[in-house]
C-alpha cells in the first residue's frame, strides 16, 4: 500500500520505462482506474495511450499468462519510501522550525494510503503538533466513515474539523485515498474552521513558491507555471505579476507533465487544477498530496508567525491581484439514458451558444471539441492548439468564465464558473464576496442549473 504519487516518482528513480497502478482513488470500485506511467514519469498522453488499449483489446483471454516467472520480479519498499519521503521534505520545505512548531495540524488520510507517507514528512520537517483522526487512518477501500473519501465534498473532512475544534487547530488537512489530491480547512476572519476550494488553495500554493523562487533570485525568465483550462483565471495573473510565463492545459496532471517534457529548457515551478490536485516542481509528473500538505503547512505555519493566517493571507492576494471567486456545479446522468442527455446538452450549448452572461457580452468562445477559438467582437477564428476535448468555454467583456465539460471518470456533466471583482481592502472583504456569490446564483438561475 502506497501513495499512487509514489509511483510515478520510483518510476524516475529507478530509471523504469513504465509503470501501472490500479486504484479506485475516491471513487466505488466499479470506477477503477488503470493508470499507466511511463518513462518521464508522467501519465501516458495520445497517441500512446490508445496503443496500448488497442493492444490490451487485442488480446485473447487465453493468452494471459497467469502464473508469474518469479525471477523476473524484484519487490521494492522502505528503501524507495526514504528516497521519495525525504525529496519531498526537501521540495516542500521554506520556513522555520520555530514557526513550524508553532502551528497546530489535523490530518486525516481517509482510510487511504498517504498514512504511509504524510505523517513522516510533517514529522521530518520538523512539525511537532500533528493531530490524526485514528478512526480513518487505518487503510480501508469500504471507507466505513464517510459516505465519500472524496476532499472535494465537504463532509469528508467532517471528523478532522471536528478535532480540530478540540485542539484549536490551525489547519485541517485531508486526503484522497490515492494520496493526490487534499482538501483544507483554515480559520477565516472570525475565527471559524471553513474550507476552501481547490482554485483557492492552487493561487496560494503557486503564489508562495513564486515569492520562494523571487526571494532566491532563481527567477531568469526561463521558468513557467501551469494550469487547467477549467481552473481559475488568477493562475494567469499571478505568472504575469511575477514575469513567469504561463501555461495551461487540458483537464489532467498528464498534460502538465507533457509540458515539463516539451519544454526543457523551461523550469516547471508548481502548478495545479481546480480539483483539489497541485504539482510542486517536476520531481514527481503528478498531482501528489505530499509535499502539497507540506507546502500548505509551510503558508499556514510562516503567516501564523507574522501574526497574519493563512486566510488572511489569501484575501491579502486578492487585494493585490483581484478577488476571484469559482464555483464547480455536477449534475449527475447515470445509465445510457444519462450519457445520452449530457450529450444533448453539449450539443445543445454549441448550436445555441451564449451571446451574454449576466447582462455582459460574450466575447470569446473556445470549442475545444472543434479546436476552435471564436473572437465575437472581431468576428474572426482561431486554432486551438491543444488535443480535442468535449470542452466548451464562454469569455464575457468583464473577465466572467463559465465552463462546460462531461466528466471523464464519472457519469456527470460539471459547470465551472469563474469571476472577478476588484478588492480595496480586507475591511471589503465580506461584502464583496457575497457579491460575487450573488453574481454567480444569477448567472446558475439563468442557465437553469439551480
Not at 293 to 299: A, F, G, K, V
Request: glycine share 6%.
Amino acid at each position: 500500500l502506497r501513495p499512487t504519487p509514489e509511483l510515478s516518482f520510483a518510476l524516475k528513480h529507478l530509471n523504469c520505462h513504465c509503470g501501472i497502478v490500479l486504484t479506485a482513488s475516491h471513487n466505488p470500485p466499479e470506477y477503477n482506474g488503470y493508470k499507466v506511467y511511463w518513462q518521464d514519469g508522467g501519465q501516458l498522453v495520445p497517441p500512446y495511450d490508445a496503443e496500448i488499449v488497442e493492444e490490451i483489446n487485442s488480446l485473447d483471454y487465453s493468452e494471459i499468462k497467469f502464473d508469474a516467472n518469479e525471477s523476473l520480479i524484484n519487490y521494492i519498499g522502505k528503501d524507495i519510501d526514504e528516497v521519495f519521503i525525504n525529496s519531498s521534505v526537501n521540495k516542500g520545505s521554506f520556513t522555520t522550525n520555530e514557526a513550524r512548531e508553532n502551528l497546530t495540524v489535523v490530518f486525516t488520510s481517509l482510510h487511504g494510503t498517504s498514512i504511509k507517507a504524510i505523517p513522516e514528512t510533517l514529522k521530518r520537517a520538523g512539525y511537532t503538533q500533528i493531530n490524526i483522526v485514528e478512526e480513518q487512518a487505518e487503510p480501508n477501500g469500504d471507507f466505513p466513515t464517510v459516505e465519500s473519501p472524496n476532499p472535494e465534498e465537504p463532509a469528508a473532512l467532517k471528523m478532522a474539523i471536528e478535532l480540530a475544534e478540540k485542539v484549536d487547530g490551525d489547519i485541517v488537512i485531508g486526503t484522497d485515498p490515492d494520496c493526490d489530491r487534499l482538501g483544507i480547512a483554515v480559520r477565516n476572519l472570525n475565527g471559524e474552521l471553513v474550507l476552501l476550494n481547490g482554485n483557492q488553495t492552487m493561487v496560494m500554493m503557486t503564489n508562495y513558491l513564486l515569492e520562494q523562487w523571487q526571494k532566491q533570485d532563481k527567477i531568469k525568465g526561463e521558468e513557467f507555471i501551469a494550469s487547467t483550462i477549467v481552473s481559475t483565471p488568477m493562475m494567469e495573473v499571478l505568472g504575469n505579476a511575477y514575469d513567469v510565463e504561463y501555461k495551461e492545459g487540458l483537464t489532467g496532471f498528464k498534460w502538465i507533465a507533457k509540458m515539463i517534457k516539451d519544454f526543457p529548457e523551461l523550469n516547471f515551478i508548481g502548478g495545479g487544477e481546480e480539483s483539489f490536485g497541485f504539482m510542486v516542481g517536476d520531481f514527481v509528473r503528478d498531482k501528489y498530496a505530499v509535499t502539497s500538505t507540506l507546502l500548505d503547512c509551510e503558508i499556514a505555519a510562516e503567516a501564523k508567525a507574522n501574526g497574519s493566517s493563512f486566510y488572511e493571507a489569501l484575501i491579502d492576494l486578492y487585494i493585490k491581484h483581484g478577488f476571484y471567486k469559482e464555483r464547480l456545479v455536477s449534475i449527475t446522468k447515470k445509465g445510457i439514458e444519462g450519457a445520452e442527455e449530457i450529450n444533448q446538452m453539449m450539443i445543445d450549448a454549441r448550436n445555441n451558444p451564449l451571446t451574454e452572461v449576466v447582462g455582459e457580452k460574450v466575447v470569446k468562445i473556445e470549442d475545444y471539441k472543434l479546436s476552435i477559438a471564436k473572437d465575437m467582437v472581431n468576428n474572426t477564428q482561431s486554432v486551438l492548439d491543444v488535443p480535442k476535448s468535449n470542452v466548451l468555454i464562454y469569455y464575457t467583456e468583464k473577465g466572467t468564465k463559465v465552463a462546460l465539460r462531461p466528466s471523464g471518470t464519472e457519469p456527470k456533466i460539471k459547470f465551472y464558473i469563474s469571476v472577478n471583482a476588484k478588492l480595496d481592502n480586507m475591511t471589503a472583504f465580506k461584502d464583496t464576496e457575497q457579491k460575487l456569490e450573488d453574481k454567480i446564483d444569477t448567472i446558475l438561475k439563468d442557465m437553469n442549473l439551480i
